[in-house]
């Protein structure tokens, strides 16, 4: 089967991002096409497929994400910016509830965050700490670590802790640890090393189904909502969240609903040929490059050094 497809970035989260709304596949296929355009020694490679889909009476459009190992996650942040966007060019509107896989979000198109990068506003929640919620079998003090760790299901579940300086090392230990489906967290969970630097937050995450990344928005949340709910940063109060792919602005509120504004950068537009049973994707076609949009992410980037 051909696609058509748009290569794309949430704070260097990278996807391809396919209008679903009039495709009829199986969940088992999509998988197949994910495995296929998401992997990194493939033709396309990202963090994952993100899929425009049709929306209902509550919802303008709706959002599905497939990890690069073909598994469905319940949201992706960075993700759910550029499909809030296709979303908007697509029916011509700024302003929409979304339906994720077991939620809603709140989106609207906001004021760039620098010259030329396109910026979306994302509301979700309300979050929850419960256990049971985030998929935890027992306690937090089984994990294989001495770290304290906030639990946050976002709704997808994310193991935060605060950490002087980033181990990468010890964070791939325990970010593979929990990626083995353990009998504590049997569906997995994203883990995060998260550094405060001054009123600031600096993100690294070992992405569920992904492995080591350098953005994951629903983690960037997380860690805002759990700086705040430990203190480290008011409820109600914007903050700079960092990661190697960029940035964002965050809030957390009172009522654990967390707001973020970043980027929705597209990058090319193409088609492919893809078949999803053997997970396979020939070289696909380039029809047009927004290297503007490209050159103004790059240019944020630069600035922050």
Not at 13 to 34: H, K, M, Q, T, Y
Not at 116 to 129: D, E, F, N, Q, S
Not at 156 to 170: I, S, W
Not at 241 to 269: E, H, P
Request: aromatic share 6%.
């Amino acid at each position: 089967m051909r696609v058509a497809f748009v290569k794309c970035h949430g704070s260097g989260n990278d996807f391809p991002l396919i209008d679903a709304r009039a495709l009829d596949l199986s969940d088992a296929e999509w998988a197949g096409v994910a495995r296929a355009l998401a992997d990194r020694d493939g033709p396309v490679g990202g963090d994952g497929l993100l899929l425009l889909t049709a929306g209902d009476d509550r919802h303008a459009f709706g959002m599905r994400m497939f990890n690069s190992d073909g598994s469905e996650a319940e949201t992706c942040l960075n993700g759910l910016r550029c499909v809030a966007r296709a979303g908007f060019e697509a029916l011509g509107i700024d302003v929409a509830e979304v339906k994720l896989k077991t939620s809603s979000a709140s989106v609207a198109r906001e004021a760039e965050l620098a010259s030329g990068v396109a910026t979306i506003r994302t509301l979700v929640g309300p979050a929850t700490t419960a256990l049971a919620d985030v998929g935890i079998r027992g306690a937090l003090e089984e994990l294989p670590s001495d770290r304290v760790f906030t639990a946050v299901a976002m709704p997808n579940p994310h193991l935060v802790t605060f950490v002087d300086a980033v181990d990468e090392t010890e964070l791939v230990t325990l970010g593979l640890w929990c990626e083995s489906g353990p009998a504590l967290i049997p569906g997995r969970a994203n883990v995060s090393f998260v550094e405060q630097r001054g009123p600031d937050l600096f993100v690294r995450t070992f992405e569920r189904g992904v492995g080591l990344t350098d953005s994951c928005g629903s983690a960037m949340a997380a860690s805002v909502l759990s700086a705040a709910l430990t203190g480290r940063v008011p409820f109600d109060m914007d903050v700079r969240v960092f990661n190697k792919g960029g940035l964002v602005r965050g809030r957390a509120g009172a009522d654990r609903r967390v707001t973020i504004s970043g980027n929705a950068t597209f990058l090319y537009d193409a088609s492919i040929e893809v078949d999803p049973a053997a997970a396979t994707a020939e070289v696909p076609v380039v029809h047009h490059r927004r290297e503007d949009e490209a050159h103004a992410w790059d240019a944020v980037v630069r600035a922050l050094g």
